[in-house]
């Protein structure tokens, strides 16, 4: 039988520096709502598998490993997963942007996040499980329209609206933790705001646990082409209200909560972990001329970002030392009849989506982790390179010399092998 423990831990950070997501030099002056670590263990027999959710941009690889040695005695390094909110309203943590995480707060989340994972494995208590999906309607497409490059409110383009949740109780049937699952951008508010918050994960997460009681975790699917559909009086995307804010939250917490409240939750076998490296390799490099262009731009954003960028990749490719590939990992995580798998950047819905229906033959159900373990840039299909637009173009705010080349296919490839392994 499944043994289940869960815990949570505070990352809020002092207000002062820029937040980390939207472009602007504006320093943050105030918390909105806490930023927060949960962990939950899910353990049987001598299987043990941990997942930790955070209030943060993202994390590289390196931070993940970080964690997992901190609790190699209690969990082996591939069984533990590490997943980001991606909120655009928390402190820098990515070297990415412009931006240079602070190592003292990078300590905390690590410290953090081992520590509550530390306290979920210790406080195991017998576990039923209940799986069910809704939906919430906050959420859309933004990829450009034929014929344009910019973000719009694209309501033809694919969404997927489902609000999946997997609900464990206890000891007694008492609620003990409710993951939930939902592709969607957490831009509902602008960091540029200088406002600290978790966005609608993090209020969707204190409704469900002021209603159920139980502890929340949020997971986020593939969200790289969605975000939510919070309008300007000129019709285009606008940085929401406290109001929209709270009700984009709401609206997605109160549907888990009636979802898992209908859940007759059992018994369940099956705890397991599997890891493996990859490495998804370049394209072209942006051409010179442009590249030259963007090193002597004397704008702020020119010279605080673009500007070293451009230098930067300019120089590598005069030293031929430009990397062909970049290196990071993807992640199964098996627990009864649920199966997690993670995707280490900012992949867009298609992929989650064909990544589904690759593997429909073998998971009752499956969920497409983004955001996980490792923040390695936008993840884009083939189709929309040729299309253009922001996501396929945005790999210098990355840090990163050239756009990805074949990386859909890797994905459902390695997907595939974990799976089927």
Same mark, same amino acid.
């Given at each position: 039988?499944?043994?289940?423990?869960?815990?949570?831990?505070?990352?809020?950070?002092?207000?002062?520096?820029?937040?980390?997501?939207?472009?602007?030099?504006?320093?943050?002056?105030?918390?909105?709502?806490?930023?927060?670590?949960?962990?939950?263990?899910?353990?049987?027999?001598?299987?043990?598998?941990?997942?930790?959710?955070?209030?943060?941009?993202?994390?590289?690889?390196?931070?993940?490993?970080?964690?997992?040695?901190?609790?190699?005695?209690?969990?082996?390094?591939?069984?533990?997963?590490?997943?980001?909110?991606?909120?655009?309203?928390?402190?820098?943590?990515?070297?990415?942007?412009?931006?240079?995480?602070?190592?003292?707060?990078?300590?905390?989340?690590?410290?953090?996040? =081992?520590?509550?994972?530390?306290?979920?494995?210790? +406080?195991?208590? #017998? /576990?039923? %499980?209940?799986?069910?999906? @809704?939906? &919430?309607?906050?959420?859309?497409?933004?990829?450009?329209?034929?014929?344009?490059?910019?973000?719009?409110?694209?309501?033809?383009?694919?969404?997927?609206?489902?609000?999946?949740?997997?609900?464990?109780?206890?000891?007694?049937?008492?609620?003990?933790?409710?993951?939930?699952?939902?592709?969607?951008?957490?831009?509902?508010?602008?960091?540029?705001?200088?406002?600290?918050?978790?966005?609608?994960?993090?209020?969707?997460?204190?409704?469900?646990?002021?209603?159920?009681?139980?502890? =929340?975790?949020?997971?986020?699917?593939?969200?790289? +082409?969605?975000? #939510? /559909?919070? %309008?300007?009086?000129?019709? @285009?995307? &606008?940085?929401?209200?406290?109001?929209?804010?709270?009700?984009?939250?709401?609206?997605?917490?109160?549907?888990?909560?009636?979802?898992?409240?209908?859940?007759?939750?059992?018994?369940?076998?099956?705890?397991?972990?599997?890891?493996?490296?990859?490495?998804?390799?370049?394209?072209?490099?942006?051409?010179?001329?442009?590249?030259?262009?963007?090193?002597?731009?004397?704008?702020?954003?020119?010279?605080?970002?673009?500007?070293?960028?451009?230098?930067?990749?300019?120089?590598?490719? =005069?030293?031929?030392?430009?990397?062909?590939?970049?290196?990071?990992?993807?992640?199964?995580?098996?627990?009864?009849?649920?199966?997690?798998?993670?995707?280490?950047?900012?992949?867009?819905?298609?992929?989650?989506?064909?990544?589904?229906?690759?593997?429909?033959?073998?998971?009752?159900?499956?969920?497409?982790?983004?955001?996980?373990?490792?923040?390695?840039?936008?993840?884009?299909?083939?189709?929309?390179?040729?299309?253009?637009?922001?996501?396929?173009?945005?790999?210098?705010?990355?840090?990163?010399?050239?756009?990805?080349?074949?990386?859909?296919?890797?994905?459902?490839?390695?997907?595939?092998?974990?799976?089927?392994?």
């Amino acid at each position: 039988m499944i043994q289940s423990g869960v815990a949570n831990g505070d990352i809020t950070p002092e207000p002062g520096p820029v937040l980390q997501g939207h472009w602007n030099t504006n320093p943050s002056h105030s918390v909105l709502y806490p930023l927060e670590v949960r962990a939950v263990i899910f353990a049987e027999e001598n299987a043990q598998i941990a997942i930790a959710t955070l209030d943060v941009i993202g994390i590289t690889k390196v931070i993940t490993d970080r964690i997992r040695a901190q609790v190699a005695n209690i969990i082996p390094g591939d069984s533990v997963m590490v997943a980001c909110s991606h909120t655009h309203c928390a402190l820098p943590t990515l070297p990415c942007l412009g931006m240079t995480p602070d190592p003292e707060y990078m300590d905390r989340i690590v410290e953090t996040t =081992a520590a509550c994972i530390a306290e979920a494995a210790a +406080n195991l208590q #017998p /576990a039923t %499980l209940g799986l069910g999906c @809704g939906s &919430a309607h906050f959420n859309i497409n933004r990829r450009p329209l034929p014929g344009a490059s910019s973000m719009t409110l694209n309501y033809g383009g694919i969404v997927d609206r489902r609000v999946r949740v997997l609900h464990v109780t206890g000891e007694n049937s008492a609620p003990l933790a409710t993951l939930f699952h939902y592709a969607c951008h957490p831009t509902t508010l602008s960091g540029a705001n200088g406002i600290i918050s978790p966005d609608y994960p993090g209020i969707a997460r204190t409704r469900i646990e002021q209603t159920l009681g139980s502890k =929340a975790l949020f997971l986020p699917g593939c969200f790289g +082409n969605i975000r #939510p /559909a919070i %309008l300007s009086e000129t019709g @285009g995307f &606008a940085s929401a209200t406290r109001e929209q804010l709270d009700a984009c939250g709401h609206e997605l917490g109160d549907e888990v909560c009636r979802v898992a409240t209908g859940l007759n939750t059992r018994s369940a076998e099956g705890i397991s972990a599997r890891r493996t490296d990859i490495a998804i390799p370049y394209g072209d490099l942006m051409p010179e001329e442009e590249m030259k262009k963007m090193a002597t731009d004397e704008s702020e954003r020119g010279q605080f970002f673009t500007g070293p960028w451009a230098r930067q990749v300019l120089e590598m490719a =005069a030293s031929d030392t430009v990397p062909s590939e970049k290196p990071t990992e993807m992640q199964l995580m098996q627990v009864g009849p649920l199966s997690l798998i993670t995707i280490p950047g900012e992949p867009v819905l298609e992929i989650g989506h064909a990544m589904e229906k690759r593997l429909q033959d073998i998971s009752a159900d499956l969920w497409p982790v983004g955001y996980a373990n490792d923040e390695v840039g936008y993840l884009c299909t083939e189709r929309q390179y040729e299309e253009g637009g922001y996501e396929p173009n945005a790999y210098p705010y990355y840090g990163e010399p050239a756009p990805y080349r074949g990386e859909e296919e890797i994905i459902l490839q390695t997907a595939d092998a974990l799976a089927r392994n």
